[in-house]
Structure formats: C-alpha cells, structure tokens
C-alpha cells in the first residue's frame, strides 16, 4: 500500500512538548500524551482572535498542546465535572485564525479531527516549530476520555456553554493520534489522497455525466473540498 | 393505556444505550472490515475503535464524544393507547432527551443557528426531531433513538430518468470521494440512499435508509437489493478505507429505500452513518413488558405498502361478513 509507513512507530510524550520531540517525529507516528492540554475552538478563537480577548489561561501553564475539542460532559450539582468522552471536530475551519492564534498562545502543537491543508501548514505551523496530531477514527472518544484524569479548569463555560468552553486537561497515555503534519509542513492526508487519486479516472470511466449539471467550486475530484 | 412515566424510564436507558453501546450488527461488520483491510494506517484506525467500543461499554461513557443531535422516531401502534396522548408522549421525548444530555453524559450539541444558544440539554426549536410511523393492529409503542453526527457526508441531487444507474452511481462515488477525505464522513459507514420521493422525503428516506436498517438487511426488492451490493462494492473500490487513508474500509453496508416520485426525475440523497452508528430501540408492550434491541425494524411491509388500501383483520374480516 502507497501510504504504508515503514512502520507504525509509537511515541509516548510529555507536555509542555519540547522542540526536541517535535523535530523527532514523523508522518503516520501513533502518539500519546501525558501532562496537561486545553481545548479551544470557533468559540474561543472568536473570542481572543477576533474580540481581543486576554486568553484566560496562562499560556505558560496549561502546556502548549492545542485541542479542538469539546468533551461530551456535564457540570454536577456541587460544581465538580463529569467527562464522559473526548474527541475533536474538524479542524480546516480554523485555518484563518491561527496566524494570530500561535501568536498569542505560543502553541507548539494542535490535536483535532482531519488536519488542514499543507498550505496552511506551511504557512501558519512551520515558521512556529508547530506541527498538527490527528484523532483517530474518529473519533475514540472513550480512550481519550479515560486518558483525562482531571479537568483542571473550564474557561468561560458560562458565556461560551459546554461545547465551546475552554477546558483544561491533566492526561495520562492520552491517545491514540497520528502525527499529521511535520516541521516540513507535509501532510500524511494528502500523502493518502495523491495515492487514491491514481485510481480515481478509472472508476468512473464510462458512467455517463448527468443531463443537468450543477454550479460548483471545483469539479476536479483529486482535489479536496476543505 | 402505556404510562408516561414507564415511557420516560425507557427513553432515558434508549439514550444511554445508544451513546455507549455499538450495534451488535455494526460491530460484526467492522470487525470482518478489519480482518479484510490491507492499509497499515487504516487498518491501525479500525483496530482503535474496537478498543474504543470496548473502553465505551467498560467504563460506560460515551463512545464518541461527538454524541451527534439525537432525535427520535416513533412506531405507535394503530391499537396503542398512552397515558396523556401523543402531547404527553413528546414532552416526555424531550424530558428524557434533556436529563440523559446531563446524566451520561452526552456533548450538549443543538444549538439556535444564528444566536448559537445552547441550553445544555439538546433540547430547542424543532429539536430533538421527533418522526412518527405506524403499525397496523399493534397495541405496543416502540422507540428508537439515533444519534448521527451532522456535519459531513450527506448531500442531495435532483437526478432524471435518462441519467439512470450511471447517474446513481456518480453521485454516490462524488459524494463518499468528496466525505471520505481525511475521514470527514467517519468512514466506514453505513450509506443510506434515498430515491424518488419529493425532495423533503428522498432526504429522509435515506436517512431513515442509513440509521434504521442493520447491516446485512436487504431491500425487499430484488433489483433494489441488488443495487445495494453493487453500490456498496463499488464504494470500498474508491482505494480509500478509514480516515480517507489508503486501504478498502469505506462502506459497511449500502441501504436504498424508494418512494415514489414525479414522473420527469429521479431525486437522489446519500448519508453516511459512521463509525460510531448510534441507535437503540424498545418495544414498550401495552401489558407492561419492554424489549430493548439493536434493529429499529422500522420498514414494515405496511411502511413500504404500495397499494390504495392495507388490508387488516378488521378490514378483511368486515368484508367477509
């Protein structure tokens, strides 16, 4: 098979994750964590990018792992939290906002669902030593969700609710994810997608195009929609 | 007269069995995708989730947190009678929908598409969905709940006649290409396709088609179940497995259901429902009695009747007499 990795190798790291440990993995690596993540999406991002909010955590602090995530929990009657299972949404959506987002949060690495494009790894993740992990599956929640052994803060639970609040994490063996992108800006999906492009004319060979077509953004098929 | 109250009981256990518990069919058809799956990577990604469906059931949490919108179809039976009537029935949908949001927990999804309120609890306007269907001389009630993600790998298309079986193919080939990237739809799923209808009702047949069938289930009609197969072959020939990683793991199973439609086309819709195929259903008997189960057996012969009148004992026997 085209994208086979020699092997699948597995790294098991520490956050706040050093340079060192980035520089040392590669595409298609199964990673697990250990130490202390935070979650942020379109609700924070607005907030700090867009709004100019102060980032309610001190980047220093919460480790410099990124989730796009929103935990499948619930706050209790006494105002401990319960968290159920974990996994992330799409990430391509929050392209436009990391420019500024490593800016302010010196971030080194962001977990989420499906990656981004390498333009935006180049672009955005390489001029900051970041690289990009991808959930599996997706998604194991129940797996990430035993890998939270606290939750050690929610930000803005109130204004923003559960889904979109900004949670604090203590993780142990807090996996599994694949690494997505390098300190090179490749990308393991479009690695996946140049091999399945190669079989793409042949499928459709000979099935005839309907009688009425569709306005669209792209009518080429080895490209992606994201 | 079914209680409400028994009601609720039922549909706080359907939620959490739904969140928690893969379909015995699902599971069976992943795991022969597992065995059979050649690509390293997607390979590696299917293994993960049989662990996952494992952790889910050990330590009864959620399998996915993406616990997607639940919503509800009703069976009620022609001879079924419940406590309150069918208002009281979907306050207590909605109760139930709320406290299981809390109590399992589920991620509070719904929210108001412009205002993006969130109530925490998966309850708002128009949500959770609640369908309806009946059953001719049935004296029970049953409930299924689905808890399907909703935002990749559905889409619709107004297709015609003459674009024939090439034009169902290319639509279901451009719809799991486009999804299937980086594993947008979670893929392997199950694909639902609807055909013909208006176009409200081919969106929901083929959604109904994807959540309420088990995998191995064929279309009762020959020619329809054997489109079924070749739609599912031809979608685990894409070269594209889990995760859009190279490999053969994209369809468990293909499911069509039809409706009739205007004489001029051939509307099409394709969903998938995906590596965390959420559904749980219970049959609450008017005596008391409640089974629970995996197959939601939502398409009856008198749901896909084709016929003006449906004949019953009571219509047959009032003819004879």
């Given at each position: 098979?085209?994208?086979?990795?020699?092997?699948?190798?597995?790294?098991?790291?520490?956050?706040?994750?050093?340079?060192?440990?980035?520089?040392?993995?590669?595409?298609?690596?199964?990673?697990?964590?250990?130490?202390?993540?935070?979650?942020?999406?379109?609700?924070?991002?607005?907030?700090?990018?867009?709004?100019?909010?102060?980032?309610?955590?001190?980047?220093?602090?919460?480790?410099?792992?990124?989730?796009?995530?929103?935990?499948?929990?619930?706050?209790?009657?006494?105002?401990?939290?319960?968290?159920?299972?974990?996994?992330?949404?799409?990430?391509?959506?929050?392209?436009?906002?990391?420019?500024?987002?490593?800016?302010?949060?010196?971030?080194?690495?962001?977990?989420?669902?499906?990656?981004?494009?390498?333009?935006?790894?180049?672009?955005?993740?390489?001029?900051?030593?970041?690289?990009?992990?991808?959930?599996?599956?997706?998604?194991?929640?129940?797996?990430?969700?035993?890998?939270?052994?606290?939750?050690?803060?929610?930000?803005?639970?109130?204004?923003?609710?559960?889904?979109?609040?900004?949670?604090?994490?203590?993780?142990?063996?807090?996996?599994?994810?694949?690494?997505?992108?390098?300190?090179?800006?490749?990308?393991?999906?479009?690695?996946?997608?140049?091999?399945?492009?190669?079989?793409?004319?042949?499928?459709?060979?000979?099935?005839?195009?309907?009688?009425?077509?569709?306005?669209?953004?792209?009518?080429?098929?080895?490209?992606?929609?994201? | 007269?079914?209680?409400t109250q028994t009601l609720q009981g039922?549909a706080e256990?359907?939620?959490?069995?739904?969140?928690?518990?893969?379909?015995?069919?699902?599971?069976?058809?992943?795991?022969?995708?597992?065995?059979?799956?050649?690509?390293?990577?997607?390979?590696?990604?299917?293994?993960?989730?049989?662990?996952?469906?494992?952790?889910?059931?050990?330590?009864?949490?959620?399998?996915?947190?993406?616990?997607?919108?639940?919503?509800?179809?009703?069976?009620?039976?022609?001879?079924?009678?419940?406590?309150?009537?069918?208002?009281?029935?979907?306050?207590t949908?909605?109760r139930a929908?709320?406290?299981?949001?809390?109590?399992?927990?589920?991620?509070?999804?719904?929210?108001?598409?412009?205002?993006?309120?969130?109530?925490?609890?998966?309850?708002?306007?128009?949500?959770?969905?609640?369908?309806?269907?009946?059953?001719?001389?049935?004296?029970?009630?049953?409930?299924?709940?689905?808890?399907?993600?909703?935002?990749?790998?559905?889409?619709?298309?107004?297709?015609?006649?003459?674009?024939?079986?090439?034009?169902?193919?290319?639509?279901?080939?451009?719809?799991?290409?486009?999804?299937?990237?980086?594993?947008?739809?979670?893929?392997?799923?199950?694909?639902?396709?609807?055909?013909?209808?208006?176009?409200?009702?081919?969106?929901?047949?083929?959604?109904?088609?994807?959540?309420?069938?088990?995998?191995?289930?064929?279309?009762?009609?020959?020619?329809?179940?054997?489109?079924?197969?070749?739609?599912?072959?031809?979608?685990?020939?894409?070269?594209?497995?889990?995760?859009?990683?190279?490999?053969?793991?994209?369809?468990?199973?293909?499911?069509?259901?039809?409706?009739?439609?205007?004489?001029?086309?051939?509307?099409?819709?394709?969903?998938?429902?995906?590596?965390?195929?959420?559904?749980?259903?219970?049959?609450?008997?008017?005596?008391?009695?409640?089974?629970?189960?995996?197959?939601?057996?939502?398409?009856?012969?008198?749901?896909?009747?084709?016929?003006?009148?449906?004949?019953?004992?009571?219509?047959?026997?009032?003819?004879?007499?």
């Amino acid at each position: 098979m085209g994208d086979k990795p020699d092997k699948l190798r597995t790294v098991r790291l520490t956050t706040p994750v050093s340079a060192e440990a980035i520089a040392g993995l590669r595409l298609g690596d199964v990673v697990y964590l250990d130490g202390r993540v935070y979650t942020g999406r379109e609700g924070v991002y607005q907030r700090v990018i867009d709004e100019g909010a102060d980032l309610p955590v001190d980047p220093a602090e919460v480790g410099n792992v990124n989730f796009h995530c929103s935990p499948a929990a619930a706050v209790q009657d006494d105002g401990s939290f319960k968290v159920g299972a974990v996994t992330a949404t799409a990430s391509f959506r929050f392209a436009k906002w990391l420019e500024r987002w490593f800016e302010v949060s010196g971030c080194k690495v962001i977990i989420g669902k499906g990656g981004m494009t390498s333009e935006a790894y180049r672009k955005y993740f390489v001029p900051n030593g970041a690289i990009y992990l991808t959930t599996v599956g997706y998604g194991t929640g129940a797996l990430l969700g035993r890998g939270v052994k606290n939750v050690a803060a929610a930000h803005w639970l109130e204004d923003l609710g559960i889904a979109q609040a900004l949670w604090v994490f203590d993780v142990e063996n807090f996996g599994p994810f694949l690494v997505e992108s390098d300190l090179q800006g490749n990308s393991l999906f479009e690695r996946a997608n140049a091999e399945v492009a190669k079989n793409l004319d042949a499928l459709y060979e000979g099935l005839k195009a309907p009688a009425l077509r569709r306005y669209g953004e792209t009518d080429e098929r080895k490209d992606e929609l994201i | 007269m079914i209680p409400t109250q028994t009601l609720q009981g039922v549909a706080e256990q359907l939620m959490a069995k739904a969140a928690i518990e893969i379909p015995d069919d699902y599971l069976t058809g992943i795991k022969a995708m597992a065995e059979q799956e050649e690509g390293d990577l997607s390979a590696f990604v299917l293994r993960a989730m049989l662990e996952n469906y494992e952790a889910a059931k050990e330590d009864r949490r959620a399998m996915c947190a993406d616990t997607g919108i639940p919503r509800w179809y009703v069976k009620y039976g022609n001879e079924a009678g419940i406590e309150g009537g069918p208002v009281a029935l979907e306050a207590t949908l909605r109760r139930a929908t709320a406290k299981a949001t809390h109590d399992v927990p589920l991620r509070p999804n719904r929210v108001h598409p412009l205002w993006r309120t969130d109530h925490n609890n998966n309850v708002g306007i128009n949500a959770p969905e609640i369908e309806y269907s009946f059953e001719p001389e049935a004296d029970w009630i049953e409930l299924t709940t689905v808890h399907k993600g909703g935002l990749f790998g559905t889409d619709y298309r107004m297709l015609f006649p003459g674009d024939g079986i090439d034009g169902i193919k290319r639509f279901t080939l451009d719809t799991l290409i486009a999804f299937g990237k980086r594993g947008l739809a979670c893929q392997p799923a199950i694909v639902g396709i609807g055909l013909g209808g208006s176009k409200d009702i081919c969106m929901t047949l083929g959604k109904q088609a994807a959540c309420l069938r088990t995998v191995g289930n064929r279309n009762p009609d020959p020619r329809v179940a054997e489109l079924e197969l070749e739609l599912k072959d031809l979608g685990n020939k894409i070269g594209m497995g889990a995760m859009g990683f190279v490999g053969s793991s994209m369809v468990v199973d293909c499911h069509i259901e039809v409706g009739y439609t205007h004489t001029g086309g051939m509307p099409m819709s394709v969903h998938a429902f995906c590596l965390s195929s959420r559904r749980a259903t219970a049959r609450v008997h008017a005596d008391g009695r409640i089974e629970y189960r995996h197959d939601p057996q939502w398409f009856t012969p008198y749901m896909r009747r084709e016929t003006v009148e449906w004949e019953t004992s009571r219509t047959s026997s009032a003819q004879s007499a």
